[in-house]
């Protein structure tokens, strides 16, 4: 037991200075000076260099081995938790000594000229600005899961960074199901007469949004007393330790629902990093077990409960009374609409749920192609126009609008987009059987009580952390695998209602 | 050259990641959720350890050892920037491997279990709590003091830590010298009828002192672009980088005076640092030079400025407009005599301009006595009584109220205290030269432009940083070493008007 104890006095550490970090950047996107930039720079990659040493210091690895713990197998004898705890350990140390500093640091500095690149080539409208360095991301991509190692697809070495035991093979065939159920669905709104949400073409202070905001997320269980809520340009969620999770949000004075969402769906992200159970505290299992699943928390409070009828039955009342000059003569339901509205459209984050998913489709697809070979980023702006057309039935006017239009690339996130849409699949399956769980569940919205839904999450999928993977966690809440079907049925039922169809 | 750059790496290592603490605290007493207390201890505990690793690596004996670096001399083949460099960094380097890590765990231990006994027997007003636990702190500053080495008195090597290259030899032969002076003016004060400053009882809205209070920070030219102002339970000035110098504060709104004079006072401790110069940003000599040099900065703005007769010809306009309905039917006369009235008490953070430094001699005398064992803790409460009538002619009704007081001995602080007092003397000497300087100086304080006052302070003292130390610093300036005379004069001079004396 000794080297249990030696490695989890390690891990611990890592967990500490990672959140030393997290405080370096979280502090850069709220209260630092611009001016002192370049220097917080400097300094995250000093702390990223001391982690990144502690991370692939050789006494893993000799603990590891002390332990009978290798590529094959982590012995029995431990308990549930130390046997999670050595299996991420385990599998975070192998992929970090597999990839050299060197490495690291020259794909770093890729990074950094491409983002610039892509600033300008998107600022521009110029593909070719960017296409040079957008080729260098996909070698150092495709050198690091050659490092990494993978059986089928070398796509699968970056996604398991992200969404850990998933499998290209996998979100292939769930997308492939999932694609012909949103066209059909997509093509029948298309053709209904479409919602009128013009009457929030409106003036909302922001304070007033600040204050409604900051009430949605106290009652969906946001805990401010471990937590606090600031502004920045983008919104996030950090966790900075156990009892200290923060959140950030944006308002725009004429644009309501963009800030009323933001605010549930980092509250959801935020709930999800509080409710990681004590037991597991202060390790590396105190983490999001993927970020499909991540996303998914926030998500089924944005989407499933936010726009839901019976969550806006209990909150339209407190928001006409908040804005009574811009809502007095709005109705629920037209405001219900209204934040239902489907239109597909050529930019991802402004989809909505509908159509959200076909935009991740889109780049899964490229991306699989940029990583094996078969597409040249030569053809890819082609290849992304005859895709979006398919898919969405929208063509961009403009690179900037189309291929040019997400940073993940030029970031060098290869493997990151399927998660969004997994998020909204893991969703529709878990609260499937949180319905039949919480069986007064439109009642509970109606009257506003939240409490039973956030315990269900906290119960069934926030206390484990990453102790259980996102492929147990389905499989235990469900009883089956990721199946898109859930999501169909899911958005077929609602929005049958919403658009008569 | 090549072990000297590799010094400064080493250095600015240390440079950054200190600042990176420095952010932990700051967002401690900030921003931070209190539940998370415990973890946020833990996490600077990890990160002044990784510090301290860094500081007494043998690496550093090496490359000191290869440039002929040593007790005895620092050669004279560099530059002055570059010896100085040499000559701190082999100061810092030395002190810290003198001391044991296991000793600084321990004294680290004991300070915390100290702090919560001194809170109690303050609380409880019994001095008995924390007699044995002042015993400990100060067996332990005598082992530091051995470690450290000393010539002629232990103190020495505790008061290094704060004020270098001062001995408490001359700190002696100052406050001799300074408490007659002051004790002489003291009575004569208490013998003058006594200043009223009851129209100060008025309920003054906090956002409007915050308004007033960044205006005049602003004006006396601290760069809110290059740093911050936010609100803390006690104000304080840190800095987090070369562009990011931040300072804090506290309002009360009962309490105008006490508002104003810490935004004062914490802007010219952030003054200071934002004034290091370009040569010298990113090394251990971007530091004050001195705690005494820091406190003479701070204090220079908020008495030698902040509380002239001239400061508020212009700025009392203004205060009056803000707070009309509290200030409308009082002078500025009357104002300025309010912010100057002398009243000796027991509470040295209450203290006075003239009485402040009396508080100081107290504490310092007690200290040397403590330390080289002439005075035991069993007498140090008579000790404190008896000292405090000789030097301040009041008799505090309690331990809480006198020698339990301060937080710095529980904190483990000795050696501290006497740099609050060497700030007003270092002032005093520094003004008489800047007042011949810049030679309007009265106009300019009355028209408001503070520029000449705050670019003769950035190219005298600032620009400087710990490059050049506060023993040479006073003589540069004033041709001669520090003299409490012209302290004595500047406040006789001032008094002698305010009381008629």
């Not at 999932?178 to 073409?201: C, H, M, T, V, Y």
């Not at 959140?247 to 963009?258: A, F, G, P, V």
Request: glycine fraction near 6%; aromatic fraction near 12%.
């Amino acid at each position: 037991m000794k080297d249990l104890i030696k490695l989890k006095e390690l891990d611990h550490e890592i967990y500490l200075l990672s959140h030393g970090i997290a405080l370096l950047q979280w502090d850069q996107e709220t209260y630092m000076p611009e001016s002192a930039v370049n220097e917080r720079s400097e300094q995250i990659a000093l702390f990223e260099g001391i982690l990144h040493n502690k991370l692939t210091d050789s006494i893993w690895g000799e603990l590891f081995a002390n332990l009978s713990v290798d590529d094959h197998s982590i012995p029995e004898k431990f308990n549930n938790n130390d046997n999670a705890f050595l299996r991420e350990a385990y599998r975070r140390y192998r992929r970090k000594i597999k990839l050299p500093v060197e490495l690291i640091k020259e794909f770093s500095a890729e990074v950094s000229i491409s983002q610039s690149k892509w600033i300008k080539a998107k600022k521009e409208d110029n593909f070719s600005i960017f296409a040079p360095h957008l080729e260098k991301i996909i070698d150092f991509s495709r050198k690091i899961a050659d490092l990494v190692g993978y059986t089928e697809h070398p796509y699968d070495a970056l996604l398991d960074e992200y969404e850990p035991w998933m499998r290209s093979s996998g979100i292939k065939s769930v997308f492939d199901k999932l694609e012909p159920g949103l066209r059909s669905l997509i093509g029948r709104i298309k053709n209904a007469p479409q919602i009128d949400s013009s009457f929030l073409d409106h003036n909302f202070p922001v304070e007033l949004q600040n204050q409604f905001g900051k009430k949605m997320q106290k009652e969906m269980g946001y805990d401010f007393e471990r937590g606090r809520l600031d502004l920045t340009v983008h919104p996030f969620s950090t966790t900075l330790g156990y009892n200290d999770v923060r959140i950030t949000t944006h308002y725009n004075k004429n644009d309501l629902l963009s800030g009323i969402f933001s605010n549930i769906h980092e509250a959801g992200h935020g709930q999800y990093e509080q409710g990681f159970g004590e037991d597991i505290q202060g390790s590396l299992l105190a983490n999001g077990t993927s970020m499909g699943i991540h996303e998914s928390q926030s998500r089924f409070w944005e989407n499933l409960i936010g726009r839901d009828i019976n969550y806006w039955a209990n909150y339209y009342p407190e928001l006409v009374k908040i804005f009574p000059d811009q809502l007095k003569y709005v109705s629920m339901k037209d405001f219900y609409k209204a934040v239902n509205k489907v239109e597909p459209s050529v930019i991802r984050i402004e989809a909505d749920e509908v159509t959200y998913s076909m935009h991740i489709i889109l780049r899964f697809r490229l991306e699989l192609a940029l990583i094996s070979g078969d597409l040249s980023v030569k053809d890819l702006p082609d290849a992304w126009v005859a895709e979006s057309e398919k898919l969405l039935g929208v063509k961009s006017d403009s690179y900037s609008n189309g291929v040019l239009q997400d940073i993940h690339w030029s970031a060098g996130l290869f493997g990151y987009f399927p998660t969004y849409a997994l998020g909204n699949l893991y969703n529709a399956q878990f609260t499937n059987i949180m319905k039949s769980d919480i069986t007064d569940f439109n009642l509970c919205l109606q009257k506003g009580e939240l409490a039973p839904i956030k315990n269900w999450l906290r119960e069934k999928i926030h206390r484990f952390g990453s102790s259980v993977s996102a492929t147990d966690l389905i499989k235990n809440i469900s009883g089956e695998s990721l199946n898109p079907d859930y999501f169909l049925k899911y958005l077929e039922g609602k929005y049958k209602t919403i658009y008569d169809i």
